[in-house]
């Protein structure tokens, strides 16, 4: 199995500002997902991130809103740029172990809120 | 384009009581089926992971069961305890390396 840990845990951010979301994997990993959970909904994929290569984005998520970096394989950062009360969710990365079942591993999650 | 449904959406039992969520989805070409279970804004905790070429998966007072050709997993709780309130997602995914897709949950509480 897979731990994952990610940086906040929560904030409230303004308008406006921009956020960067860390997550940290304790095993080296191919595939990593990130997910944003809008309140009462359920879990909608945002991007794929792959080290070494853009991240791939689902439709209606964009790049310039949502960049992201995977410099190597046990950590990667989201970017939630320019913010309007609408991007208040919760985001989660997950990462798929590839160690046998491809089971997929969710981090702890990122609360975030914006005023 | 793959859909996940849960049924019901939240469901109330007395402590004790055996009780059975479903989810079903579109397309049976699925290459694994995770059942999850999320607290009140928290993260994700996998319970089950099912493969494709299997019929279902046990843990403790978890079995969860697949039926690839028809598109259904059902999710069975024995003895259910006030500590299983919780929002109970089911995801699939297509194929390795992809990525999931989940349906809406079932929200269980458990009243003792």
């Known amino acids: 199995s897979a731990v994952i840990s990610q940086k906040p845990s929560r904030d409230i951010c303004q308008r406006g500002t921009s956020l960067t979301i860390q997550c940290q994997v304790d095993?080296?990993?191919?595939?990593m997902f990130w997910y944003r959970q809008q309140p009462g909904q359920s879990l909608t994929l945002i991007a794929t991130a792959n080290q070494g290569s853009e991240a791939t984005y689902e439709s209606g998520f964009v790049i310039d809103k949502f960049p992201i970096s995977r410099p190597n394989l046990t950590f990667s950062t989201l970017t939630v740029s320019n913010m309007s009360p609408e991007d208040s969710s919760i985001y989660l990365c997950?990462?798929?172990?590839?160690?046998?079942?491809?089971?997929?591993?969710f981090g702890p999650g990122t609360r975030l809120t914006v005023t | 384009k793959q859909e996940v449904t849960q049924i019901p959406a939240a469901l109330s039992v007395p402590e004790g009581e055996n009780l059975v969520l479903n989810c079903s989805f579109t397309?049976?070409?699925?290459?694994?089926l995770q059942w999850f279970r999320q607290d009140p804004g928290k993260g994700l905790t996998s319970l089950l992971l099912?493969?494709?070429?299997?019929r279902e998966q046990t843990s403790g007072r978890l079995n969860a069961s697949l039926d690839k050709s028809s598109g259904r997993s059902t999710l069975y709780i024995a003895a259910s305890q006030p500590g299983d309130s919780a929002t109970y997602l089911c995801a699939v995914d297509n194929q390795a390396g992809t990525a999931l897709i989940f349906g809406k949950g079932t929200t269980l509480s458990v009243s003792s």
């Open positions: 099912i493969q494709s070429s299997q």
């Open positions: 095993s080296q990993v191919t595939m």
């Open positions: 997950s990462v798929e172990d590839p160690g046998g079942a491809y089971e997929q591993y």
């Open positions: 397309d049976s070409a699925i290459y694994n």
